[in-house]
């Protein structure tokens, strides 16, 4: 079986009982594998261009404040 990948949670809002889960290297690289090609799909689409400029605006203004 695959090394194991500790995912780190350090946002505030996220739910202490996911804090530090263990997942198999393999069962990420599954998860990958079943959720990327959507990923790509909405990102290479007219409404995911569309929100990725939006978001990229967004991020440029956050950059400014710091």
Do not use: Q
Request: charged share 40%.
């Amino acid at each position: 079986m695959g090394d194991e990948v500790k995912i780190n949670y350090s946002e505030t809002n996220v739910n202490d009982n996911l804090s530090g889960v263990l997942i198999s290297e393999d069962a990420a690289e599954s998860l990958v594998r079943c959720v990327l090609p959507d990923i790509v799909s909405f990102f290479e689409s007219e409404n995911g261009r569309k929100e990725f400029k939006e978001w990229d605006k967004d991020w440029d203004k956050l950059k400014e404040i710091e």
